[in-house]
Protein backbone atom coordinates (compact mmCIF):
# COMPACT_ATOMS: atom_id res chain seq x y z
CA UNK A 1 0.00 0.00 0.00
CA UNK A 2 1.35 3.32 -0.82
CA UNK A 3 1.84 6.05 1.51
CA UNK A 4 1.50 9.51 -0.36
CA UNK A 5 3.56 12.50 1.49
CA UNK A 6 2.30 16.22 0.87
CA UNK A 7 4.99 18.21 0.94
CA UNK A 8 4.56 22.27 1.43
CA UNK A 9 6.89 24.63 3.05
CA UNK A 10 8.95 21.33 4.08
CA UNK A 11 11.06 21.01 0.92
CA UNK A 12 13.82 18.85 2.64
CA UNK A 13 14.36 15.10 3.08
CA UNK A 14 16.31 15.03 6.04
CA UNK A 15 14.22 16.00 9.86
CA UNK A 16 11.37 15.61 7.17
CA UNK A 17 8.75 13.75 10.05
CA UNK A 18 6.17 13.15 7.66
CA UNK A 19 8.66 11.23 5.07
CA UNK A 20 10.09 9.63 7.82
CA UNK A 21 6.97 8.43 9.11
CA UNK A 22 6.24 6.86 5.56
CA UNK A 23 9.15 5.40 4.98
CA UNK A 24 8.57 3.49 8.17
CA UNK A 25 5.58 1.89 6.65
CA UNK A 26 5.50 -0.88 4.63
CA UNK A 27 5.16 -0.24 0.53
CA UNK A 28 6.14 2.45 -1.76
CA UNK A 29 6.35 6.15 -1.17
CA UNK A 30 5.09 8.48 -3.20
CA UNK A 31 5.62 12.14 -2.34
CA UNK A 32 3.00 15.29 -3.68
CA UNK A 33 3.76 19.00 -4.27
CA UNK A 34 0.67 21.03 -5.35
CA UNK A 35 1.56 24.38 -6.86
CA UNK A 36 -1.94 26.29 -5.71
CA UNK A 37 -2.56 29.99 -6.77
CA UNK A 38 -6.32 29.60 -6.52
CA UNK A 39 -7.76 28.55 -3.46
CA UNK A 40 -9.23 31.16 -1.45
CA UNK A 41 -7.41 33.09 1.31
CA UNK A 42 -4.21 31.50 -0.70
CA UNK A 43 -1.20 34.38 -1.50
CA UNK A 44 0.15 33.63 -4.77
CA UNK A 45 3.80 33.21 -4.13
CA UNK A 46 5.79 36.38 -5.32
CA UNK A 47 8.33 36.18 -8.23
CA UNK A 48 11.35 35.89 -6.14
CA UNK A 49 9.75 33.03 -4.35
CA UNK A 50 8.61 31.79 -7.42
CA UNK A 51 11.95 31.53 -8.78
CA UNK A 52 13.36 30.07 -5.72
CA UNK A 53 10.32 27.56 -5.64
CA UNK A 54 11.78 26.60 -9.08
CA UNK A 55 15.14 25.45 -8.06
CA UNK A 56 14.21 23.89 -4.59
CA UNK A 57 11.36 21.25 -6.26
CA UNK A 58 14.62 20.49 -9.04
CA UNK A 59 16.86 19.38 -6.37
CA UNK A 60 14.33 17.75 -4.09
CA UNK A 61 13.20 15.99 -6.87
CA UNK A 62 16.28 14.64 -7.69
CA UNK A 63 17.29 13.73 -3.85
CA UNK A 64 13.74 11.87 -3.48
CA UNK A 65 14.45 10.01 -6.72
CA UNK A 66 17.85 8.69 -4.98
CA UNK A 67 15.96 7.33 -2.25
CA UNK A 68 13.53 5.46 -5.47
CA UNK A 69 10.73 8.57 -4.21
CA UNK A 70 8.74 9.82 -7.01
CA UNK A 71 7.93 13.68 -6.51
CA UNK A 72 4.97 14.23 -8.04
CA UNK A 73 4.09 17.61 -9.62
CA UNK A 74 0.71 19.18 -9.46
CA UNK A 75 -1.24 22.46 -10.33
CA UNK A 76 -4.87 23.50 -8.66
CA UNK A 77 -6.60 23.81 -6.12
CA UNK A 78 -5.77 21.48 -3.15
CA UNK A 79 -9.02 20.60 -1.76
CA UNK A 80 -9.74 18.31 -5.20
CA UNK A 81 -6.26 17.71 -6.44
CA UNK A 82 -4.40 16.03 -3.06
CA UNK A 83 -7.61 13.55 -2.64
CA UNK A 84 -7.25 12.62 -6.28
CA UNK A 85 -3.67 12.48 -6.45
CA UNK A 86 -4.00 10.25 -3.40
CA UNK A 87 -6.80 7.56 -5.14
CA UNK A 88 -4.51 7.70 -8.32
CA UNK A 89 -1.76 6.57 -6.36
CA UNK A 90 -3.85 3.72 -4.65
CA UNK A 91 -2.40 5.52 -1.59
CA UNK A 92 -3.95 4.01 2.13
CA UNK A 93 -2.15 6.65 3.97
CA UNK A 94 -1.37 10.05 3.02
CA UNK A 95 1.04 12.28 5.51
CA UNK A 96 1.83 16.19 5.51
CA UNK A 97 3.84 18.58 8.02
CA UNK A 98 1.42 20.62 9.54
CA UNK A 99 0.93 24.73 8.36
CA UNK A 100 -0.31 27.37 10.28
CA UNK A 101 -1.19 29.94 7.95
CA UNK A 102 -5.40 30.14 8.59
CA UNK A 103 -6.33 29.63 4.53
CA UNK A 104 -4.12 26.67 4.37
CA UNK A 105 -4.88 25.43 7.58
CA UNK A 106 -8.88 25.47 6.72
CA UNK A 107 -7.39 23.81 3.37
CA UNK A 108 -6.06 20.76 5.59
CA UNK A 109 -8.94 20.17 7.76
CA UNK A 110 -10.76 19.92 4.39
CA UNK A 111 -8.23 17.47 2.56
CA UNK A 112 -8.38 15.67 5.75
CA UNK A 113 -11.89 14.77 5.70
CA UNK A 114 -12.15 14.15 2.47
CA UNK A 115 -9.49 11.80 2.48
CA UNK A 116 -10.82 9.69 5.81
CA UNK A 117 -14.34 9.50 3.50
CA UNK A 118 -12.75 8.19 1.29
CA UNK A 119 -10.82 5.42 3.94
CA UNK A 120 -7.72 6.97 3.56
CA UNK A 121 -5.40 7.49 6.83
CA UNK A 122 -4.21 11.11 7.55
CA UNK A 123 -1.42 11.81 10.17
CA UNK A 124 0.25 15.42 10.00
CA UNK A 125 3.64 16.26 12.37
CA UNK A 126 5.51 19.58 13.79
CA UNK A 127 8.01 20.01 11.70
CA UNK A 128 8.02 23.82 10.72
CA UNK A 129 8.77 25.65 13.80
CA UNK A 130 9.95 24.88 17.07
CA UNK A 131 6.53 25.60 19.23
CA UNK A 132 3.63 25.11 17.01
CA UNK A 133 1.42 28.57 17.91
CA UNK A 134 -0.92 27.02 20.40
CA UNK A 135 1.49 25.41 22.58
CA UNK A 136 2.88 28.79 24.23
CA UNK A 137 -0.21 30.42 26.05
CA UNK A 138 0.34 33.58 28.23
CA UNK A 139 -1.32 33.48 31.81
CA UNK A 140 -4.28 35.80 30.49
CA UNK A 141 -5.16 37.32 26.85
CA UNK A 142 -5.70 34.41 23.71
CA UNK A 143 -2.00 34.96 22.55
CA UNK A 144 1.49 37.00 23.74
CA UNK A 145 1.84 40.57 22.18
CA UNK A 146 5.12 40.55 23.54
CA UNK A 147 8.49 38.97 22.51
CA UNK A 148 10.26 38.33 25.71
CA UNK A 149 7.17 36.88 27.76
CA UNK A 150 6.95 34.65 24.31
CA UNK A 151 10.46 33.88 24.30
CA UNK A 152 10.91 33.03 27.65
CA UNK A 153 7.65 30.75 28.04
CA UNK A 154 9.56 29.21 24.73
CA UNK A 155 13.02 28.38 26.38
CA UNK A 156 11.12 27.29 29.99
CA UNK A 157 9.67 24.37 27.49
CA UNK A 158 13.39 23.20 27.62
CA UNK A 159 15.32 21.57 24.44
CA UNK A 160 13.46 21.30 21.57
CA UNK A 161 13.41 17.62 20.46
CA UNK A 162 16.95 16.39 17.92
CA UNK A 163 16.25 16.53 14.37
CA UNK A 164 16.00 13.12 12.53
CA UNK A 165 18.73 11.77 10.55
CA UNK A 166 18.11 11.01 6.44
CA UNK A 167 15.56 8.30 6.02
CA UNK A 168 16.61 5.19 4.04
CA UNK A 169 14.12 3.62 1.71
CA UNK A 170 15.89 2.70 -1.64
CA UNK A 171 14.22 -0.28 -3.53
CA UNK A 172 10.76 -0.14 -3.24
CA UNK A 173 8.43 -0.25 -6.04
CA UNK A 174 6.39 3.19 -6.44
CA UNK A 175 3.42 3.48 -7.93
CA UNK A 176 3.40 4.90 -11.47
CA UNK A 177 1.16 8.42 -11.24
CA UNK A 178 1.31 11.64 -13.94
CA UNK A 179 3.68 14.36 -12.78
CA UNK A 180 3.41 18.27 -14.57
CA UNK A 181 6.92 18.98 -15.74
CA UNK A 182 8.45 21.92 -13.53
CA UNK A 183 9.52 23.95 -16.58
CA UNK A 184 5.94 23.97 -17.89
CA UNK A 185 4.89 25.86 -14.55
CA UNK A 186 6.93 28.69 -15.66
CA UNK A 187 8.36 29.85 -12.03
CA UNK A 188 11.30 31.09 -13.73
CA UNK A 189 11.33 34.62 -15.50
CA UNK A 190 12.57 34.41 -19.58
CA UNK A 191 11.73 37.44 -20.88
CA UNK A 192 13.34 39.96 -19.38
CA UNK A 193 15.10 37.33 -17.24
CA UNK A 194 16.17 39.72 -14.29
CA UNK A 195 17.09 36.19 -12.10
CA UNK A 196 20.77 36.76 -13.02
CA UNK A 197 21.84 38.60 -9.40
CA UNK A 198 19.33 35.60 -7.36
CA UNK A 199 21.49 32.90 -9.08
CA UNK A 200 24.47 34.47 -8.58
CA UNK A 201 24.12 34.78 -4.63
CA UNK A 202 21.60 31.84 -3.86
CA UNK A 203 21.81 27.81 -4.15
CA UNK A 204 18.12 26.81 -3.23
CA UNK A 205 17.90 23.34 -2.15
CA UNK A 206 18.70 21.28 0.68
CA UNK A 207 22.36 20.77 -0.28
CA UNK A 208 22.44 24.93 -0.38
CA UNK A 209 21.27 25.30 2.63
CA UNK A 210 23.35 22.79 4.69
CA UNK A 211 26.62 24.37 3.32
CA UNK A 212 24.89 27.98 4.05
CA UNK A 213 24.92 26.61 7.75
CA UNK A 214 28.03 24.97 7.57
CA UNK A 215 29.98 28.18 6.45
CA UNK A 216 28.21 30.49 9.17
CA UNK A 217 28.55 27.84 11.84
CA UNK A 218 32.50 27.76 10.81
CA UNK A 219 33.55 31.45 10.86
CA UNK A 220 30.54 33.75 11.47
CA UNK A 221 28.66 32.64 14.90
CA UNK A 222 31.62 34.61 16.51
CA UNK A 223 31.07 38.19 17.05
CA UNK A 224 27.38 37.53 15.48
CA UNK A 225 26.48 39.45 18.48
CA UNK A 226 28.14 42.39 17.78
CA UNK A 227 28.26 42.67 14.22
CA UNK A 228 24.92 41.39 13.22
CA UNK A 229 23.85 45.03 12.60
CA UNK A 230 26.37 45.28 10.40
CA UNK A 231 25.51 45.57 6.58
CA UNK A 232 29.22 45.63 5.50
CA UNK A 233 30.52 42.66 7.56
CA UNK A 234 28.57 39.47 6.61
CA UNK A 235 27.78 38.50 9.91
CA UNK A 236 24.35 36.87 9.63
CA UNK A 237 23.74 33.21 8.49
CA UNK A 238 21.04 33.78 5.31
CA UNK A 239 19.75 31.23 6.25
CA UNK A 240 16.11 33.07 5.64
CA UNK A 241 15.20 31.59 2.10
CA UNK A 242 15.97 28.58 3.30
CA UNK A 243 13.99 28.26 6.42
CA UNK A 244 10.93 29.95 4.55
CA UNK A 245 10.86 27.03 2.17
CA UNK A 246 12.49 24.29 4.52
CA UNK A 247 14.96 23.15 2.86
CA UNK A 248 16.68 23.28 6.46
CA UNK A 249 14.44 22.81 9.76
CA UNK A 250 14.88 25.09 12.81
CA UNK A 251 15.62 21.61 14.80
CA UNK A 252 19.06 21.41 12.60
CA UNK A 253 19.64 24.95 12.69
CA UNK A 254 19.14 24.68 16.66
CA UNK A 255 20.74 21.95 17.23
CA UNK A 256 24.11 22.58 15.09
CA UNK A 257 24.53 25.89 16.88
CA UNK A 258 24.08 24.36 20.32
CA UNK A 259 27.13 21.42 19.20
CA UNK A 260 29.39 24.81 19.41
CA UNK A 261 30.92 27.15 21.58
CA UNK A 262 27.74 28.54 24.15
CA UNK A 263 27.80 31.45 25.13
CA UNK A 264 26.32 35.26 23.70
CA UNK A 265 26.33 34.86 20.30
CA UNK A 266 25.23 31.83 20.23
CA UNK A 267 22.19 32.74 22.43
CA UNK A 268 21.29 36.14 20.35
CA UNK A 269 20.90 33.63 17.02
CA UNK A 270 18.82 31.33 18.50
CA UNK A 271 16.25 34.37 20.15
CA UNK A 272 16.60 35.52 15.88
CA UNK A 273 15.09 32.01 15.54
CA UNK A 274 12.74 33.12 18.16
CA UNK A 275 11.69 35.94 16.33
CA UNK A 276 10.13 34.03 13.32
CA UNK A 277 8.34 31.45 15.85
CA UNK A 278 6.94 35.05 17.23
CA UNK A 279 5.59 36.18 14.45
CA UNK A 280 4.40 33.05 13.62
CA UNK A 281 2.81 33.23 17.30
CA UNK A 282 1.01 36.33 15.40
CA UNK A 283 -0.42 35.25 12.12
CA UNK A 284 -1.87 32.12 14.10
CA UNK A 285 -3.62 34.48 16.11
CA UNK A 286 -4.43 36.97 13.58
CA UNK A 287 -4.63 35.55 10.31
CA UNK A 288 -5.14 39.47 8.93
CA UNK A 289 -1.37 40.04 9.87
CA UNK A 290 -0.60 41.14 6.08
CA UNK A 291 -3.49 43.27 5.69
CA UNK A 292 -5.26 44.49 8.82
CA UNK A 293 -3.87 46.84 11.38
CA UNK A 294 -2.87 45.30 14.68
CA UNK A 295 -4.01 48.14 16.79
CA UNK A 296 -6.89 49.53 14.87
CA UNK A 297 -6.38 53.10 15.62
CA UNK A 298 -4.01 53.05 12.92
CA UNK A 299 -6.79 52.57 10.60
CA UNK A 300 -7.60 56.31 10.71
CA UNK A 301 -3.88 56.99 9.77
CA UNK A 302 -4.09 59.73 6.76
CA UNK A 303 -1.50 57.61 4.55
CA UNK A 304 -0.28 59.73 1.67
CA UNK A 305 -1.00 58.25 -1.87
CA UNK A 306 2.40 59.10 -3.78
CA UNK A 307 3.02 56.75 -6.64
CA UNK A 308 6.93 58.74 -7.97
CA UNK A 309 7.85 58.30 -4.37
CA UNK A 310 6.64 54.57 -3.84
CA UNK A 311 8.63 53.93 -7.61
CA UNK A 312 11.63 55.67 -6.81
CA UNK A 313 12.01 53.95 -3.17
CA UNK A 314 11.32 50.20 -5.01
CA UNK A 315 14.05 51.03 -7.55
CA UNK A 316 16.49 52.70 -5.22
CA UNK A 317 16.44 56.18 -6.33
CA UNK A 318 15.02 58.12 -3.30
CA UNK A 319 18.25 59.87 -3.11
CA UNK A 320 19.34 58.39 0.92
CA UNK A 321 22.28 56.31 0.27
CA UNK A 322 21.32 53.32 2.71
CA UNK A 323 17.70 53.26 1.86
CA UNK A 324 19.03 53.13 -1.81
CA UNK A 325 21.81 50.54 -1.13
CA UNK A 326 18.95 48.62 0.47
CA UNK A 327 16.46 48.22 -2.25
CA UNK A 328 18.87 47.72 -4.99
CA UNK A 329 20.35 44.71 -3.22
CA UNK A 330 17.15 43.45 -2.72
CA UNK A 331 16.32 44.12 -6.41
CA UNK A 332 19.49 42.53 -7.31
CA UNK A 333 20.08 39.56 -4.87
CA UNK A 334 16.12 38.82 -3.50
CA UNK A 335 17.90 39.85 -0.05
CA UNK A 336 18.26 42.39 2.15
CA UNK A 337 20.16 43.10 5.28
CA UNK A 338 18.27 42.94 7.94
CA UNK A 339 19.13 46.38 9.36
CA UNK A 340 19.30 47.94 5.94
CA UNK A 341 15.44 46.72 5.60
CA UNK A 342 14.10 48.57 9.21
CA UNK A 343 15.72 51.56 7.78
CA UNK A 344 14.51 51.22 4.46
CA UNK A 345 11.10 50.33 6.01
CA UNK A 346 11.03 53.46 8.34
CA UNK A 347 11.84 55.67 5.30
CA UNK A 348 8.69 54.68 2.93
CA UNK A 349 6.11 54.47 6.35
CA UNK A 350 7.38 57.15 8.09
CA UNK A 351 9.25 59.71 5.98
CA UNK A 352 7.06 59.03 2.91
CA UNK A 353 4.29 58.33 5.20
CA UNK A 354 3.26 55.72 1.87
CA UNK A 355 1.49 52.80 3.70
CA UNK A 356 3.07 49.68 5.38
CA UNK A 357 1.59 47.52 3.11
CA UNK A 358 2.90 49.16 0.12
CA UNK A 359 6.33 48.07 1.38
CA UNK A 360 5.24 44.58 2.28
CA UNK A 361 3.79 43.90 -1.09
CA UNK A 362 6.73 45.18 -2.64
CA UNK A 363 8.77 42.79 -0.14
CA UNK A 364 6.65 39.95 -0.84
CA UNK A 365 7.15 39.84 -4.41
CA UNK A 366 11.05 40.53 -4.54
CA UNK A 367 12.38 38.33 -1.66
CA UNK A 368 13.58 35.42 -1.96
CA UNK A 369 12.71 35.33 2.21
CA UNK A 370 9.15 36.73 1.80
CA UNK A 371 7.56 35.11 4.46
CA UNK A 372 3.58 35.26 5.34
CA UNK A 373 4.50 35.96 9.07
CA UNK A 374 7.64 37.48 9.09
CA UNK A 375 7.35 40.19 6.63
CA UNK A 376 4.14 41.55 7.56
CA UNK A 377 4.78 41.41 11.50
CA UNK A 378 8.27 43.31 10.82
CA UNK A 379 6.53 45.91 8.68
CA UNK A 380 3.99 46.46 11.44
CA UNK A 381 6.98 46.31 14.30
CA UNK A 382 8.04 49.44 12.25
CA UNK A 383 4.63 51.11 11.37
CA UNK A 384 3.98 50.39 15.10
CA UNK A 385 0.91 49.05 14.34
CA UNK A 386 1.86 45.73 15.51
CA UNK A 387 1.80 43.66 18.48
CA UNK A 388 5.22 44.28 20.05
CA UNK A 389 6.02 47.49 17.77
CA UNK A 390 8.28 49.83 17.94
CA UNK A 391 6.75 53.32 19.51
CA UNK A 392 5.46 55.76 16.72
CA UNK A 393 8.11 58.14 17.61
CA UNK A 394 10.77 55.47 17.00
CA UNK A 395 11.73 56.98 13.47
CA UNK A 396 15.19 55.91 11.95
CA UNK A 397 17.35 58.52 11.00
CA UNK A 398 18.65 56.83 7.80
CA UNK A 399 21.87 59.43 7.16
CA UNK A 400 23.34 58.02 11.24
CA UNK A 401 21.96 54.51 10.84
CA UNK A 402 24.40 54.37 7.95
CA UNK A 403 27.08 56.11 9.73
CA UNK A 404 26.84 53.69 12.81
CA UNK A 405 26.50 50.38 11.09
CA UNK A 406 28.32 51.32 7.52
CA UNK A 407 30.81 53.45 8.88
CA UNK A 408 33.47 53.32 5.60
CA UNK A 409 30.30 53.23 3.35
CA UNK A 410 31.20 49.76 2.17
CA UNK A 411 27.92 48.65 2.04
CA UNK A 412 26.54 51.75 0.10
CA UNK A 413 28.89 51.81 -2.15
CA UNK A 414 28.55 48.20 -3.34
CA UNK A 415 24.97 49.01 -4.14
CA UNK A 416 25.17 52.49 -5.25
CA UNK A 417 28.24 53.10 -7.21
CA UNK A 418 27.53 56.29 -8.31
CA UNK A 419 28.71 57.12 -4.76
CA UNK A 420 32.11 55.39 -5.24
CA UNK A 421 34.26 58.75 -5.04
CA UNK A 422 32.24 60.18 -2.51
CA UNK A 423 34.57 60.68 0.93
CA UNK A 424 33.60 58.84 3.79
CA UNK A 425 32.40 61.25 5.67
CA UNK A 426 29.80 62.27 3.16
CA UNK A 427 29.16 59.13 1.96
CA UNK A 428 25.83 58.70 3.89
CA UNK A 429 24.98 62.43 2.96
CA UNK A 430 25.96 63.15 -0.40
CA UNK A 431 23.43 66.15 -1.14
CA UNK A 432 26.23 67.65 1.88
CA UNK A 433 28.84 66.85 0.05
CA UNK A 434 28.32 69.78 -2.89
CA UNK A 435 28.16 69.03 -6.54
CA UNK A 436 32.19 67.80 -6.67
CA UNK A 437 31.19 65.08 -4.10
CA UNK A 438 28.11 63.41 -4.63
CA UNK A 439 28.43 61.17 -7.95
CA UNK A 440 26.94 61.40 -11.17
CA UNK A 441 23.06 61.40 -12.09
CA UNK A 442 22.55 60.41 -8.52
CA UNK A 443 19.19 61.86 -7.26
CA UNK A 444 18.81 64.50 -4.77
CA UNK A 445 16.87 63.16 -1.59
CA UNK A 446 13.05 63.13 -3.11
CA UNK A 447 12.36 64.04 1.13
CA UNK A 448 13.93 66.28 3.56
CA UNK A 449 14.60 64.06 6.41
CA UNK A 450 14.21 66.89 8.91
CA UNK A 451 10.68 68.20 7.26
CA UNK A 452 9.10 64.74 6.75
CA UNK A 453 10.01 63.31 10.38
CA UNK A 454 8.39 66.07 12.06
CA UNK A 455 5.48 66.00 9.68
CA UNK A 456 5.40 62.03 10.45
CA UNK A 457 5.56 62.85 14.30
CA UNK A 458 2.70 65.29 14.48
CA UNK A 459 0.32 62.93 12.16
CA UNK A 460 0.82 59.89 14.24
CA UNK A 461 0.79 61.97 17.48
CA UNK A 462 -3.01 63.19 16.50
CA UNK A 463 -3.96 59.40 16.38
CA UNK A 464 -6.77 58.62 18.78
CA UNK A 465 -6.23 56.27 21.54
P1 LIG B 1 20.10 35.73 10.79
O1 LIG B 1 20.48 36.92 11.58
O2 LIG B 1 21.17 34.80 10.42
O3 LIG B 1 18.94 35.00 11.61
C1 LIG B 1 18.66 33.60 11.51
C2 LIG B 1 17.21 33.38 11.19
O4 LIG B 1 16.36 33.91 12.20
C3 LIG B 1 16.75 34.04 9.91
O5 LIG B 1 17.07 33.27 8.78
C4 LIG B 1 15.26 34.19 10.13
O6 LIG B 1 14.57 32.99 9.85
C5 LIG B 1 15.18 34.44 11.62
N1 LIG B 1 15.15 35.89 11.87
C6 LIG B 1 16.19 36.74 11.99
N2 LIG B 1 15.77 37.99 12.25
C7 LIG B 1 14.42 37.93 12.28
C8 LIG B 1 13.40 38.90 12.52
N3 LIG B 1 13.68 40.17 12.79
N4 LIG B 1 12.12 38.50 12.48
C9 LIG B 1 11.81 37.21 12.22
N5 LIG B 1 12.73 36.24 12.00
C10 LIG B 1 14.02 36.60 12.03
N6 LIG B 1 12.40 37.63 7.49
C11 LIG B 1 11.97 36.61 6.73
O7 LIG B 1 12.39 35.48 6.92
N7 LIG B 1 11.06 36.82 5.75
C12 LIG B 1 10.53 38.06 5.48
O8 LIG B 1 9.68 38.19 4.59
C13 LIG B 1 11.01 39.15 6.24
N8 LIG B 1 10.56 40.42 6.01
C14 LIG B 1 11.04 41.45 6.77
C15 LIG B 1 10.56 42.76 6.53
C16 LIG B 1 11.02 43.83 7.28
C17 LIG B 1 10.48 45.23 7.02
C18 LIG B 1 11.97 43.61 8.30
C19 LIG B 1 12.48 44.75 9.13
C20 LIG B 1 12.43 42.34 8.55
C21 LIG B 1 11.98 41.24 7.81
N9 LIG B 1 12.43 39.94 8.06
C22 LIG B 1 11.96 38.90 7.29
C23 LIG B 1 13.30 39.62 9.22
C24 LIG B 1 14.81 39.64 8.95
O9 LIG B 1 15.18 40.81 8.27
C25 LIG B 1 15.31 38.44 8.16
O10 LIG B 1 14.81 37.25 8.71
C26 LIG B 1 16.84 38.37 8.17
O11 LIG B 1 17.40 39.54 7.63
C27 LIG B 1 17.30 37.16 7.41
O12 LIG B 1 18.69 37.14 7.30
P2 LIG B 1 19.56 35.98 7.95
O13 LIG B 1 19.01 34.66 7.58
O14 LIG B 1 20.98 36.26 7.58
O15 LIG B 1 19.32 36.27 9.49
Given at each position: ????????????????????????????????????????????????????????????????????????????????????????????????????????????????????????????????????????????????R?????????????????????????????????????????????????????????????????????????????????????????????????????????????????????????????????????S??LL??N?DLASVNFQKKFDAFAW??????????????????????????????????????M??AS?LIK??MIDWREGE??????????????NPASWQWVAGSGADAAPYFRI????????????????????????????????????????????????????????????A??AFKDLPG
Open positions: ETTLVWLRDDLRIRDNPALHAATLRDGAVVALYVLDDESDGIRPLGAASRWWLHGSLERLGDALAALGVPLVLRRGRSREVVPAAAIAANAGAVYWNRRYGSAEAAIDRDVETTLTEHGCAVETFAATLLHEPWTLRPASGPHYVFSPFWKAALDQGEPRKPLGAPDIRNRRAFPLDTDVLADWKLRPTRPDWSGGLAETWRPGEEGARDRLEDFLDGGLEGYAANRDRPDCHATSMLSPHLRFGEISPFQVWHAVRSGEPGNDAEKFLTELGWREFWHFHPRDDRTSLEAWQRGRTGIPMVDAGMRQLWHSGWMHNRVRVAFNLAWFWDTLVDADAANFNPVLQGEKFDPEGRYVRTWVPELEGVPDRMIHKPWKAGASGSGGDYPQPIADLGETRRRLS
